[in-house]
């Protein structure tokens, strides 16, 4: 599985010299041999793959307001031992949506490391950033155990203030894509 994932990974054009380091530093983790996933909550080990899958009617995306993170976030969750990070989307989409996955694009569109805020804070979350196709006319079922509740927002309306630190450089590769 390790390689499935350097390649998800390798997959991905970075849209900075940011995110060129970030994907080198990614594929150096992975070659280290750790453990790259979450083995016990909150933060075992501290450092793990996540994957986060935006919902995007483009130009609106939908976030959910998380309730560990405090933060307006994209939907996902912690890839499990042995599972590839795009099943991880399937999975989660599922579980805190109740949404089939319809992939907008194959792969990652963009990685990120950071470290987590929230009521589990500390950790750091190597992420690894799916886009989900949507429509605002749908209604989202959401896990409100998870959740506060969920929002589309115009692209050029996020709340950039409390959401992810990379969700700015997330947005500018999107629009880049899109358009």
Request: hydrophobic share 40%; glycine share 4%.
């Amino acid at each position: 599985m390790r390689d499935r994932i350097k390649a998800e990974v390798s997959s991905i054009a970075p849209v900075d010299a940011k995110e060129e380091k970030t994907k080198k530093e990614v594929l150096d983790w992975i070659d280290s041999g750790v453990e790259l996933c979450r083995l016990e909550k909150p933060a075992t080990p501290a450092q793990h793959l996540i994957s986060y899958f935006v919902i995007a009617d483009y130009p609106f995306l939908l976030l959910v307001d998380h309730i560990n993170a405090q933060l307006w976030l994209p939907a996902g969750g912690h890839v499990d031992p042995g599972e590839h990070p795009r099943d991880t989307v399937i999975r989660e989409a599922q579980e805190e949506l109740e949404v089939e996955s319809d992939f907008l694009f194959e792969n990652p569109i963009f990685i990120s490391i950071t470290t987590t805020i929230g009521l589990t804070a500390g950790h750091t979350d190597v992420s690894l950033w799916y886009v989900l196709k949507g429509s605002k006319e749908s209604t989202y079922n959401y896990d409100a155990s998870e959740f506060n509740r969920i929002q589309w927002f115009h692209i050029d309306e996020l709340p950039f203030e409390k959401t992810d630190p990379e969700m700015r450089r997330f947005v500018q590769k999107l629009k880049a894509v899109c358009t």
